[in-house]
């Protein structure tokens, strides 16, 4: 992608994508799905995951699992907050970067 990833897209992107599982889910996985939309590694998640949780809008917890325990992530309510502010400019920005787009365009 050519333009820049800022840390506010990534840590919405990234909430987004743990918020689609109630009851959380593993680093792992989220990596696949924001690889989805994002070229990203997992040593730039990995800090976003910390990030989140140390501004209480993540929460971790261990499970077991094949004999070792899986760190999983769930979103906190301060996160649900932090992520409809997300949405709400994202959808203010997108709409008028499209709106100069489509004036080009015509």
């Known amino acids: ?5 800022g840390a506010a897209l990534l840590d919405a992107i ?3 994508a743990v918020s689609r599982e109630p009851d959380g ?13 994002l ?10 995951l910390r990030r989140l949780q140390k501004d209480h809008c993540l929460e971790v917890y261990d ?6 325990n899986r760190r999983y992530y769930r979103v906190t309510p301060q996160g649900e ?3 409809r502010l997300y949405i709400n400019e994202w959808v203010s920005y997108s709409g008028k970067i499209s709106k100069i ?3 080009v365009t015509k």
């Open 25 to 37: 889910t593993y680093g792992y996985k989220i990596t696949q799905d924001v690889r989805k939309v």
């Open 39 to 48: 070229d990203v590694s997992e040593s730039t998640l990995y800090p976003v």
């Open 101 to 103: 787009f489509a004036e």
């Open 14 to 16: 990234v909430l987004a």
């Open 63 to 68: 499970v077991e699992f094949g004999g070792r």
């Open 1 to 5: 992608m050519v333009f820049n990833t």
């Open 81 to 83: 907050a932090q992520l």
